[in-house]
């Protein structure tokens, strides 16, 4: 069917990406074959230096070229506030509100019966070795507001509760720019439940 | 605002793809990170694989591994009907039709005086060159239907047409599946003008 058994080939592993689908590796795979021979190969480049040189830190989970990683190596960062996420991308989102001075500690997923996550696949194990320090005074469950986060952020509640240190979780409610009148059952009555007195 | 360079490259390199936007090249970075390191790795070989190894077959200008490509070297296809098209990817296109033997010439392009595209711009006088032979009876103007594709094939039949080969064009009209209802104005005026009487 094509003119080039190489094309083939990267058009089987481009539909192995994220909602990409037949045509548009095809697009892609076009699209690589005509745009000037070093920006298709600066792609290739930045895929190998991706998984050669970046792995993980030991600390908080996170992707990091060093061990520890940055963040967990920033004298300025609060080490008494840790946030508590599911992935890495929840590191950047929380990052980019320039709000969050603390600490990060990455799960590496969320609980799962149905798909069988259990707390030993997570980093829980080395969660609580970080609060034996006792550095950490504040712990922000930001796991995601679905079935598995909620359930993910109850269970490290119960857990942690015992131990002395305050557990809180991110607010959930409508969010900016929304409008009420489209915004789903749970999330309203989310909204309502978290309510707060105007100051 | 990333915790690695690397994956920052990466994902300078990603939204230079075609439709790729921020958040889905942040999705295709974490993504390659996630998945074992063979399958990020082997994206990365295909992308180089496809630059390295994949030209131009110097009669049809299609992209291939040798020159000639193996549709201009297929001794089965007929080499007395000539299909002539603007891309690569619509010699695909026709040939997941299963419906044509012939051979191709692939144009690179077509006319375009806003963008600047002239005819020597065109593999047009290699196509010249290859009615030359005799061999070809008729030429099958498969251009895109839209502004520049009917100029381009236009420009071809006037071209060509006092060579005494046969020139055609693809039949335009509404699309198999669609709905009359919803058919744009040209489109509904080239189905009247291209009507067939029912046998």
Do not use: W
Not at 38 to 55: F, Y
Not at 62 to 91: H, I, K, M, T
């Amino acid at each position: 069917m094509y003119s080039s058994k190489y094309l083939e080939l990267l058009i089987d592993e481009l539909v192995k990406l994220p909602s990409v689908g037949h045509k548009s590796a095809l697009r892609l795979a076009l699209h690589l074959l005509r745009v000037p021979k070093e920006d298709a190969l600066r792609l290739s480049d930045a895929i190998r230096a991706v998984r050669e040189k970046v792995g993980f830190c030991g600390l908080c989970g996170n992707f990091s070229e060093g061990d520890p990683c940055q963040l967990c190596a920033d004298p300025q960062r609060d080490g008494a506030l840790l946030c508590v996420v599911e992935q890495p991308g929840d590191v950047m989102a929380l990052e980019r509100t320039g709000q969050f001075r603390g600490r990060y500690h990455v799960l590496g997923g969320a609980l799962s019966p149905l798909e069988g996550t259990s707390p030993e696949q997570l980093r829980i194990r080395e969660l609580l070795e970080r609060l034996r320090s006792g550095e950490v005074r504040e712990i922000i469950l930001a796991t995601n507001p679905n079935v598995n986060g909620e359930a993910t952020a109850l269970y490290l509640g119960r857990l942690i509760g015992p131990l002395g240190i305050k557990v809180t979780r991110i607010a959930r409610g409508v969010p900016m720019g929304s409008d009420l009148e489209y915004s789903d059952l749970v999330t309203l009555s989310r909204a309502l439940e978290g309510r707060r007195e105007v100051e």
